[in-house]
């Protein structure tokens, strides 16, 4: 076992709307933590708020509309989770999107843009945000979802895997700051990053019978992943790449 525990506390999850968010929403309840999610489409985050409510009665499950293309809202966010249940430990990061090309020489620039401002600002906001409050945790974890592409890139996928990766590298600088201020006695806290090659959940299979989605990754399997982030010492997931796919 781990430094942490999820029975009673209080984790933050960043894109909480999507499929990824819904199953992680419901893999925390079903732990024992108090999840507070955000999202930036409100029906979207009712509704997994409403799913993780429903399959776990009893379990404190809530829902914020947060701007974490804004550095202030995202501190205000991280305050108010603190100020309202006293901890935080823990913000799984969860907001993702994709843009790719046929080629290399046909990458769109504004591809990157877009990217830009979703995989690697989002990182950099939530990550300031709530770094102070998880160092004062005792099973403080900031949890990155990846993919192998940051490790090694394809041709069309330039943007995608350049932000990547420097969300990977912002994280682990992160690490690197929980690191030190452990000093000899090793981190209490720690940065995390889950990798994937790609995701799948129920509604891909229906709508795909046939495809065989060979290496991908279930929400339901990386929501267990994330939530075994605290099961684990701190010194032993900071600063690494935990691979849910083969290693490319």
Same mark, same amino acid.
Request: charged share 20%; glycine share 10%.
């Given at each position: ?5 999820? @029975?009673? /506390?209080?984790? +933050?999850?960043? =894109? $909480? ?7 992680? #929403? &419901?893999?925390? %309840? ?19 708020? @409403?799913? /993780?409510?429903? +399959?776990?009665? =009893? $379990? ?7 701007? #974490? &293309?804004?550095? %202030? ?28 090309? $046929? ?146």
């Amino acid at each position: 076992m781990g430094n942490g525990t999820l @029975d009673g /506390a209080v984790v +933050a999850v960043a =894109g $909480a709307g999507g499929p990824a968010g819904r199953a992680a #929403l &419901l893999r925390l %309840a079903e732990a024992g933590a108090t999840v507070v999610g955000s999202d930036n489409d409100p029906q979207r985050l009712a509704e997994a708020v @409403d799913a /993780a409510r429903s +399959a776990h009665g =009893g $379990a404190t499950v809530t829902g914020e509309t947060v701007d #974490l &293309l804004d550095p %202030a809202a995202a501190r205000d966010w991280a305050g108010r989770i603190e100020k309202d249940h006293g901890r935080v430990d823990g913000l799984v990061h969860l907001v993702g999107g994709w843009r790719g090309s $046929a080629s290399f020489t046909a990458t769109d620039l504004a591809d990157w843009d877009l990217l830009e401002k979703l995989l690697v600002r989002t990182v950099q906001h939530t990550s300031l945000a709530f770094h102070e409050a998880l160092q004062r945790s005792d099973r403080g974890r900031y949890v990155l979802i990846s993919a192998a592409g940051a490790t090694r890139p394809t041709a069309g996928n330039a943007a995608y895997s350049a932000a990547k990766a420097a969300a990977e590298a912002w994280t682990l600088a992160l690490a690197d700051h929980f690191r030190k201020a452990g000093g000899e006695q090793g981190p209490t806290s720690a940065a995390a990053i889950l990798v994937v090659k790609a995701l799948v959940h129920d509604a891909m299979r229906a709508e795909r019978p046939n495809a065989k989605f060979a290496g991908f990754t279930d929400v339901k399997d990386l929501a267990e992943a994330v939530a075994g982030v605290w099961q684990k010492p701190a010194a032993e997931v900071n600063g690494n790449r935990l691979w849910l796919t083969e290693k490319p």
